[in-house]
């Protein structure tokens, strides 16, 4: 089996925390999970400097501009992270003959199916956002030929601000809220997907056929923000009422897609990685936010 070199850049975000946590407790390989002060992506130079100074095997880059509803008003900032920053990672691993797992999402669609959305759909971002990630999708499939995208959508996890954290906490505050009843996606929750990167590293430190390429993952089932909204509560015992809104009447400044539902297939029958359902991972975020 093979030792690993591995960069997780936004190291002070979301997912890279989870994927540190699983790397670090199982010991395998030397992670580096650095935040935007130590490796920032939009900065070739340093980027080229921490590779070489850490001898990178693996980037996994969970470095992103999130904040969808402002990047309609920062198009700019958005588009030079999520995708001129991406096409600095195809350069320097390139350069470097360094295997990436780069991390993009659901909003790369216009939410026009009405069934689970494969890899090969056609992309038509409804967002600025959307958009700036497709862009970082293109730019790395083409500098850079070692790599794996994996779309996910609606992460989640017990500590950081996301949709469940955020419930959590309004569940507290308030008598009742609206919630959205018809966008339609899965819940992922976050370490679930770190440990699905862990599998495909996992397959790749034994000398498997690396299976470069684009995956859908999130967790199994279908949800309305709604429906997750009502299981949180549930799950919680918190007695708020929740009322189903429309799209129409919540309205944002970036446009969200109505269906988002991922079809799994791909990754699951090409690195065996069994995904359990949104509900049942809800539980486990719950349980381990109580042991915490
Ligand atoms: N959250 C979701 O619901 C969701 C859904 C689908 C896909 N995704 C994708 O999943 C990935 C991980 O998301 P997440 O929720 O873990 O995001 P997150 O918590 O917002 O973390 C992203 C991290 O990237 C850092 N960053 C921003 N610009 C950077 C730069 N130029 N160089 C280095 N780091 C930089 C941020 O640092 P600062 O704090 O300094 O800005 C932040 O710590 C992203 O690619 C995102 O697009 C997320």
Redesign the pocket.
């Known amino acids: 089996m093979k030792r690993y070199n591995i960069l997780i850049?936004?190291?002070?975000?979301?997912?890279?925390s989870h994927i540190k946590s699983i790397f670090t407790k199982e010991g395998a390989h030397q992670i580096y999970c650095l935040?935007?002060q130590e490796?920032?992506?939009?900065e070739e130079v340093q980027l080229e400097e921490v590779v070489n100074k850490h001898h990178i095997n693996i980037i996994i880059n969970?470095?992103?501009?999130?904040a969808v509803d402002l990047a309609e008003t920062e198009k700019e900032a958005a588009d030079k992270?999520?995708h001129l920053?991406v096409q600095n990672i195809a350069q320097v691993a390139n350069n470097n003959d360094i295997q990436v797992i780069h991390?993009?999402?659901?909003?790369v669609f216009d939410g026009k199916q009405s069934s689970p959305i494969k890899e090969e759909e056609p992309t038509h971002p409804l967002s600025v956002y959307g958009q700036t990630?497709r862009d970082g999708e293109l730019a790395l499939q083409k500098q850079h030929s070692k790599s794996i995208i994996i779309r996910?959508?609606?992460?989640?996890d017990g500590t950081?601000p996301?949709f469940f954290t955020t419930m959590k906490r309004l569940g507290g505050e308030k008598k009742e809220i609206s919630v959205v009843n018809d966008q339609f996606g899965t819940p992922t929750y976050?370490p679930d997907l770190a440990n699905a990167i862990r599998t495909i590293i996992t397959h790749w430190s034994h000398g498997y056929n690396p299976n470069y390429d684009i995956y859908h993952y999130s967790g199994e089932g279908i949800a309305s923000w709604y429906d997750f909204a009502q299981e949180i509560f549930f799950k919680l015992a918190i007695p708020c009422a929740i009322h189903p809104v429309s799209t129409e009447q919540f309205v944002r400044p970036a446009q969200r897609p109505k269906f988002a539902v991922l079809d799994k297939n791909k990754i699951k029958y090409t690195f065996g990685i069994k995904i359990p359902t949104w509900r049942e991972s809800l539980q486990t975020c719950i349980e381990q936010d109580n042991l915490d």
């Open positions: 850049t936004g190291g002070n975000g979301m997912l890279a935040g935007r490796c920032d992506i939009t969970t470095a992103a501009y999130t992270i999520n920053g991390i993009s999402t659901d909003y990630k996910t959508s609606w992460l989640y950081h996301n976050a």
